[in-house]
């Protein structure tokens, strides 16, 4: 009787972790908000995090790219690199948010309606939506 509860109980554990939603490399994310605030108008930025540890994207007016380290839930980012194109001061003042949004980030969580959240150590998560494609 005793045998057949661990078991029950290890196939229950298995069946929840299977079920966990995974972060998934080498798939394109849109941010919709960065901190507490939603993204300009027409403005468009993303982050795709490849298998071998870099992460990339677009930051509005700018690409960007950074190394990451993810072990299970959590999720960091070093310092980013980025082009040096000039664009209208609001986009760039909410791509250098996003770019030091991103060397806060500790941990990652995605939502039932499949919504990527990154978390910093305190305050407001980035909000992102996987891109279809």
């Not at 045998?3 to 394109?28: D, I, M, N, W, Y």
């Not at 468009?44 to 007016?61: I, K, P, Q, S, V």
């Amino acid at each position: 009787m005793k045998g057949a509860l661990v078991l029950c109980a290890a196939a229950l554990l298995s069946a929840c972790a299977s079920h966990s939603p995974k972060l998934q490399t080498e798939r394109t994310y849109s941010v919709e908000w960065v901190g507490g605030k939603p993204l300009i108008d027409s403005s468009h930025m993303t982050l795709t995090l490849a298998e071998d540890g870099r992460a990339y994207g677009n930051a509005g007016c700018n690409h960007w790219f950074a190394r990451y380290s993810l072990s299970h839930h959590h999720l960091t980012f070093e310092k980013p690199g980025n082009t040096r194109r000039l664009c209208a001061p609001a986009i760039m003042e909410q791509e250098q948010r996003f770019l030091q949004a991103l060397q806060t980030v500790k941990r990652w969580d995605i939502t039932p309606n499949e919504q990527l959240r990154l978390w910093p150590q305190s305050g407001e998560p980035l909000r992102l939506w996987p891109e279809e494609g």
